[in-house]
């Protein structure tokens, strides 16, 4: 059954540093998103992207978050200038097209910052 | 700003009890409901709800929608140990994005 992948599971960074953590969608899906969790927090909603542009996104994401499909099958999520609130599990998820609502998930990048 | 609040927070049975996940939700522009099971990791997803009245089922999971009175509840019958899990609700608005509740802890003892 087809699945998204993210990479790596686990990066340890120092504040201030730089980051790009990847997933690779579901082949066929068009739709593509960026979730974090807090530990012990809710999944918070941070992007979407479709046809190539960010469709949405929330006030998490701010400047210092930036998004790329640099190919056919990679969806990155960029973070600039990494912040000790920055730690969380970050989950990448699609979906097939418009009018399919199920979003599928990775297994998630645990990013600690420290 | 849209809202999602599940209950009970946490829940500890024994295996063989049924239980039922609370989820109600204040959104804009509803489009659907989504459960889904969070284990170790990723949200694995369970069902999608998009209709008030119908019941999804698999297996011993059900869910069913009140698009009036903004709930869905999650039923789980016969439990098992394999059920231990945080249950997700997470309701989709026009916006294209996903908006979770706290989630339920779900503890099935032997």
């Known amino acids: 059954e087809p699945e998204v992948t993210q ?63 640099p190919d056919g099958s990679n969806f990155t999520l960029k973070i600039r200038s990494t912040k000790l609130e920055d730690s969380a599990m970050y989950f990448c998820a699609s979906k097939g ?16 910052v420290t | ?15 063989g009890d049924t239980v039922t996940l609370n989820c109600s939700y204040e959104v804009t522009n509803f489009r659907s409901l989504l459960w889904y099971k969070q284990e170790k990791k990723a949200p694995t997803f369970l069902f999608m709800l998009t209709s008030s009245g119908i019941e999804k089922k698999s297996g011993r999971l059900s869910s069913i929608l009140d698009k009036k009175e903004l709930f869905s509840i999650l039923n789980i019958t016969a439990t098992q140990t394999g059920d231990s899990a945080v249950y997700l609700c997470a309701v989709y608005n026009a916006g294209n994005m996903l908006t979770f509740g706290g989630g339920t802890r779900l503890m099935v003892k032997p």
């Open chain 1, 7 to 69: 990479t790596p599971s686990h990066q340890v960074t120092q504040m201030g540093q730089e980051v790009i953590l990847r997933c690779v969608p579901i082949s066929n899906h068009l739709y593509f998103y960026w979730y974090r969790q807090i530990l012990g927090q809710k999944v918070e909603f941070l992007v979407s992207f479709y046809n190539n542009e960010i469709s949405e996104k929330s006030e998490i994401f701010d400047d210092q978050f930036s998004v790329e499909r």
């Open chain 1, 97 to 112: 097209d418009r009018i399919i609502y199920e979003q599928y998930f990775g297994p998630g990048t645990r990013l600690t």
């Open chain 2, 1 to 15: 700003e849209d809202k999602v609040v599940q209950s009970p927070l946490s829940l500890v049975v024994h295996e």
